[in-house]
């Protein structure tokens, strides 16, 4: 599991999604949108402006926060904390990375 942060926004600068969705195998879009509901109430609209991200790498998952504070508190707080525990149910990450190892069914 690899947590980048920054260079989600939308300027000349903020590279860090497109750089990642080159090496991406799957699309994990659900993260993005799930941040973006749960920033909403924190900073409102704004949160449009905001490409949090996440990706399958071949085997290693790749979440993508912004780079404010706060943002990293959220993300890990309210969504990583949970799907990167093996206790979560019904489901959650941990438990799906020896699938992604090895050949596909």
């Not at 799957?26 to 924190?42: A, C, N, T, V």
């Not at 399958?56 to 959220?74: E, K």
């Not at 979560?88 to 596909?104: E, K, M, S």
Request: aromatic share 6%; proline share 5%; net charge positive.
């Amino acid at each position: 599991v690899v947590i980048l942060t920054g260079g989600t926004g939308i300027t000349r600068r903020d590279i860090t999604p497109d750089a990642v969705s080159t090496l991406g195998t799957k699309h994990i879009p659900g993260f993005g949108e799930l941040f973006r509901m749960l920033s909403y109430s924190d900073i409102g609209s704004s949160t449009i402006q905001s490409r949090a991200d996440a990706w399958l790498c071949r085997d290693t998952l790749a979440f993508i926060l912004p780079g404010s504070t706060g943002a990293v508190r959220l993300g890990m707080d309210k969504i990583l904390v949970e799907q990167l525990d093996v206790r979560t149910r019904p489901c959650n990450f941990i438990q799906l990375l020896d699938r992604f190892r090895g050949p596909a069914s």
